[in-house]
Every structure is written in structure tokens, then in C-alpha cells.
């Protein structure tokens, strides 16, 4: 299959995603509602395989569009138009492969695909956990259990957002969970004998030495499948607490130790991005006993700072605080230091559970390809619900599939000789010259400003408003391409021998 995106999200940046979707209860005989929430997830091979073969869009007037809580603002029936006629005929395999090829295990411990929620707010209720795993999630890091007596602050987030509406960034000053050591215990109990196969990840933090212990052995009484240690939540900063440990490979060490003194079970330490090198803490996590690594955590942030009242967000009676950053803008950082994780030979055998910026399975083959084993989620969720999980198990499942992949396992690490921590590595005796697509260019010249004033002086519009470039100007930085609305600049050009 050619897995080229035929949609994009910025096709239907008007559509909110909603609950109950009018576009699907006025068409009666289709689902766009969640044909555009996978295009949404980069998604659309499996939003094309699930339409009929007869295109019953062809002759329909549009009553979806009307229904629309915007009306009109939404192409729905061109969006399922384009599925019809561009996708659907370039798709080869008709299913998408065995629900099998997406099971896999942490540190041998069984999941039926690698999707987890993160210890956060989206895992921290019975009732939140049960309705993730009827929906899908192979499994939970329980929002992190203490014996701390905590209490919100409110408001506690904040939000950079996108042209459509949707979070680019997050920031969050949560803490831990609010429910006694023995409330979750007693969730815990109730999870399990209700999904025994579904797996709980058991994120704790421990006051002292003592502690860590106690709760690693608690957890495993009453029913984790394992430990995640909470060394790196940027909220929690009393002394010896979050990320003041995920700094100190000494401190993440001890309490390693002190953990799993507490417990047989596998042990995952969660380490801060917060640092200039995570493979320190790693090691000493290792060496103390832990049997993989959980990263990254939220990377400590200031945003959205008034004009009129000079507090950043969120403010609380006047008042903000330094707090942790998510969303899909930290997954570049993230996978820096998963791809370092991996790379380590220190570290070979470690079980790698991968988070930060994950919206698509494409977001999660990244981090797959990088090392990771499994997938770990919450500020996706956060936004648009546990119903996220259908399209990343089925968008990785048929690109698995039609790969060739027998099992989510086989792709692990598979990029990890294509990546390298300094760029004195890189072939520079060619240049790859950007390509014009004329027939989808719309004259807009923004390609032709960005070179001008951000890159080599190499575009100019000819009489037609269309781009001609400069080759002996043009250095093949490719900005213009990244910058182009209508995705009429690719990097299909010809590539030379730079002159000498």
C-alpha cells in the first residue's frame, strides 16, 4: 500500500470531533463521523476499508453537512468523496491483518497490543480505567498512588493551541493522586477481578526509604502486573520528591533498590526529561535492579504569561508555578531520549515503555522504531477521549501488515542505525533540489518569501504566480517545501554535486 496521505488534517480543520456526531445520525447509512476522526489520527486506509464498495456518498445531496454543528464549514462529503475515490482504490490488502501482530508483553508480562494510558488524571478512577479497557487500552499506569496528602490546585492547565482549536502544547501543575493508598488498593482489587487480562502498571512514590518499599509490596498484593516508580513528576518538588530524584543517579538508585526489596514484580523506573543525559539515572536504575525504563515525563515549563496581569497560566488567585509540558509538541524531545535509551549498550535488555506528544500510530511507530516496546498516552486522551485507541491499533495493525511484519515486536529498534547524536555524520557533497508541483499550486508566494527573507534567494514567481527556482542559488534546504499550504513543493527533485 502507499501508505502517502491522500487527507490531511488541515482538510477539515473546522470539525470539532463531537460526541454523538450529527453529520452520522443525519446520514443514516455511513459512519462520517468516525471517518474523519481517523483521518484526524492519520488513519484514512482503515477509514476507506471500512466503507461499503458501492459509493453511497455519489449521489447524496449533503444532509451530512447540514447536520453539521457548523453548517457547510465542514466538507464531510467531499472528505468521504476523496476516501471513495483517491483512497480506497490504491488500497491492495482488503482487512487489515491479525489482531495478533499487535501482541506483545512488558518484561514478559502479556499485552494484547502496546497501548497504555499514563499515570495521569485519564487513569485514575475505577470507573475511568474500566470504560479505557472496554474501549480498547491493553492496559493503565495508574495515576501515581502515594500516602501524601494532596490537594489540588485550581485552575491546573493551560494550553497552546493550534489553527483549529486543537492542543499543540499542555501544561499541567497536577500532582498525585487524591485517593488514600488504600482507595486505589481497593481499585486495584476491583480492576483485576474484572479485566484479569488487561494490565495495571502501578505508578507509586514513596515519602522515604521505608515507604518505597512498602508501597512496591502493596501494589503487587493487590493485584499490579508491575511497578512503574514515579522518580520524575516536576509538580511534586518537596525534598526527595519527583524530579529532584530523577536527577540524582544516586537517588534514583537507592530507591530502585528500596522498591524492589518491596516486590517480585517487574519494575519500570520513570525518569525526568529534565536533564542533559537520561542514560545516568538509567544505568543506576539498572544496576540497582529495575527492569526497564518509562520515559519521558512532562519537561518543566512557563506559558501564557497575561499582558494585564502578568501572571503566567494557569493563575491561581493571581499566582502560577513552573509545571510540566505535554501534548504532541515534546515528541521530537521525547524520542531524542528514547533513541538514547536504546542505543545504549549499558542498558541492552531493558524493557523501554515510550511516551510524549503521541496522538497517531504514526506518532507510535516513531517511538516503536526507535526502541520503545511499548506505548504510553494521556494528553491525547485528554483531548479527545479513550475512543482514540481504535484508530491506533488499527492504523498500526495494517501498516504492520502491509509491511510484512508478523509481530509489533519486529519493528522495535528497527531506525536505530539511521539515527546519530551529532551531524558531522551526514553526506554534504550533494544537493537534493525541492520539486514544483505547478498543478497544485495556488500562487500564494510563500514559498518565494521564506527563501527570501529565511533561506537563499533562490524562488522567484514567474507571470502565472508560480514558483521557478534559482539552482545556482539553491542550497536544498527544503524550508520552502515545509512552508507551502497546498503541499505543491515535494522531495522528488533532482539531486547534483555541489560545486566546489
Not at 514567481?461 to 534546504?477: A, F, M, Q
Amino acid at each position: 500500500m502507499n501508505f502517502e496521505k491522500k487527507i490531511y488534517r488541515s482538510d477539515m480543520l473546522r470539525c470539532t470531533l463531537c460526541a454523538d456526531a450529527p453529520c452520522t445520525a443525519a446520514c443514516g447509512k455511513l459512519d462520517p463521523a468516525k471517518c474523519l476522526r481517523s483521518i484526524w489520527f492519520s488513519n484514512e486506509e482503515n477509514a476507506a476499508i471500512s466503507l461499503p464498495e458501492k459509493n453511497r456518498c455519489a449521489d447524496c445531496p449533503g444532509q451530512c453537512e447540514e447536520a453539521c454543528i457548523r453548517p457547510h464549514e465542514v466538507p464531510v462529503r467531499k472528505l468521504m468523496m476523496k476516501l471513495y475515490e483517491e483512497v480506497k482504490p490504491e488500497i491492495e490488502v482488503k482487512g487489515t491483518g491479525k489482531k495478533a501482530i499487535l501482541k506483545t508483553d512488558i518484561c514478559g508480562k502479556p499485552l494484547e497490543n502496546p497501548f497504555l494510558l499514563s499515570s495521569s488524571v485519564v487513569a485514575s478512577t475505577y470507573d475511568m480505567c474500566a470504560r479505557a479497557f472496554e474501549a480498547g487500552w491493553a492496559g493503565v499506569a495508574f495515576k501515581t498512588i502515594c500516602s501524601l496528602d494532596i490537594h489540588e490546585a485550581s485552575p491546573r492547565f493551560s494550553a497552546i493551541t493550534g489553527p483549529s482549536g486543537s492542543i499543540i502544547g499542555f501544561k499541567n501543575i497536577e500532582q498525585l493522586s487524591d485517593h488514600s493508598v488504600e482507595e486505589n488498593m481497593a481499585i486495584f482489587r476491583h480492576l483485576k477481578q474484572n479485566y484479569p487480562d488487561k494490565f495495571i502498571l502501578a505508578s507509586i512514590m514513596g515519602k522515604n526509604t521505608e515507604e518505597w518499599t512498602s508501597l512496591a509490596r502493596a501494589c503487587e498484593e493487590n493485584g499490579a502486573d508491575a511497578v512503574e516508580l514515579n522518580f520524575s513528576c516536576p509538580n511534586m518538588m518537596g525534598e526527595g520528591l519527583g524530579s529532584d530524584i530523577g536527577q540524582v543517579p544516586e537517588l534514583v538508585g537507592h530507591f530502585t533498590a528500596a522498591a524492589k526489596r518491596g516486590t517480585s514484580l517487574p519494575v519500570l523506573a520513570k525518569l525526568t526529561p529534565n536533564v542533559e543525559k537520561m542514560s545516568p539515572p538509567a544505568e543506576a536504575a539498572l544496576k540497582s535492579g529495575a527492569d526497564g525504563i518509562a520515559a519521558i515525563n512532562t519537561i518543566k515549563s512557563i506559558m501564557g504569561i497575561s499582558p494585564h496581569t502578568y501572571v503566567s497560566a494557569p493563575a491561581v488567585h493571581g499566582m502560577s508555578a513552573v509545571g510540566g509540558y505535554s501534548g504532541n509538541a515534546v515528541k521530537p524531545i521525547a524520542l531524542r531520549f528514547i533513541a538514547e535509551l536504546a542505543k545504549n549498550p549499558l542498558l541492552s535488555g531493558m524493557h523501554i515503555s515510550g511516551m510524549g506528544g503521541v496522538e497517531t500510530w504514526e506518532d507510535a511507530f516513531e517511538f516503536l522504531a526507535l526502541g520503545a516496546s511499548s506505548i504510553q498516552v494521556t494528553t491525547a486522551v485528554m483531548q479527545y477521549g479513550y475512543r482514540i485507541i481504535e484508530d491506533l491499533k488499527s492504523g498500526l495493525q495494517l501498516y504492520l501488515a502491509e509491511k510484512g511484519f508478523r509481530s509489533v515486536k519486529d519493528v522495535v529498534g528497527s531506525a536505530l542505525d539511521n539515527i546519530s547524536e551529532t551531524t558531522d555524520v551526514l553526506e554534504r557533497d550533494t544537493i537534493l533540489f525541492p520539486k514544483f508541483h505547478h498543478d497544485r499550486c495556488i500562487g500564494c508566494g510563500r514559498c518565494m518569501i521564506s527563501c527570501m527573507d529565511g533561506g537563499h534567494q533562490a524562488i522567484h514567481l514567474n507571470e502565472k504566480r508560480r514558483p521557478v527556482l534559482d539552482g545556482k542559488k539553491c542550497v536544498g534546504c527544503h524550508l520552502c517545501r515545509l512552508v507551502c499550504p497546498a503541499r505543491a513543493i515535494s522531495s522528488a527533485g533532482k539531486r547534483i554535486t555541489r560545486v566546489k
